[in-house]
């Protein structure tokens, strides 16, 4: 009887080893806007290809490989922003990911400008909304939002909900990971 349990046990813990051997555990941290999903994704081939998804963060992600992988962060009513880069996990690992170790926010108080029907953060060189060649990197709907996003440097577009044209209320505004910006406050 115990030869039999021991092999069973042998058996489904071998099952368990190379089904969910390589996982990605994310940690959402305090001061971080509320995140809805993080997708994973890996270049195959010149194809790039979801992988897994991840919206309850109880649960760690299974990898189907080693990788690399692309990690993306979506927000709460914002856009998805690259976490991470070039993540390798090897078997048998699970790799912590803690949000505010690669992340960082930009908080807009609206206090000197117009009322805003969304504020934009972009590269610093982007010609601003509604121009060609426009990009968002992140959005918010109102003043006093937390905008999440990787670090670096952003400019700050503020569109007026009254349909005059966008500007610009700031050119450099750096952002650190784990650590909060404020603007216009």
Known sequence: MR???????????????????????????RG????????????????????????????ALALPSDGPFEVWVKPKNGIAVKALD??????????????????????????????????????????GPGEKGHM?????TDYRVDMCVPPGVYAVWVVPANGAKPHRVEDNVRVQAGRSTRVGG
């Open 3 to 29: 030869a039999v349990l021991a092999l069973v046990a042998l058996l489904s813990g071998s099952a368990v080893a190379t089904d969910g051997d390589r996982q990605l555990k994310v940690h959402p941290q």
């Open 32 to 59: 971080l806007p509320p995140i809805e999903t993080v997708i994973v994704y890996q270049t195959k081939d010149t194809k790039r290809e979801r992988v897994a998804e991840l919206a309850k963060f109880d649960t």
């Open 86 to 127: 070039k993540l390798t996990v090897k078997s048998g690992q699970t790799h912590d990911l803690k949000l505010g170790d690669v992340l960082g926010t930009v908080e807009v108080f609206g206090d000197n400008f117009p009322r805003a029907d969304k504020v934009v953060l972009t590269d610093p060189r982007d010609p």
């Open 136 to 140: 968002a990197l992140q959005v918010a």
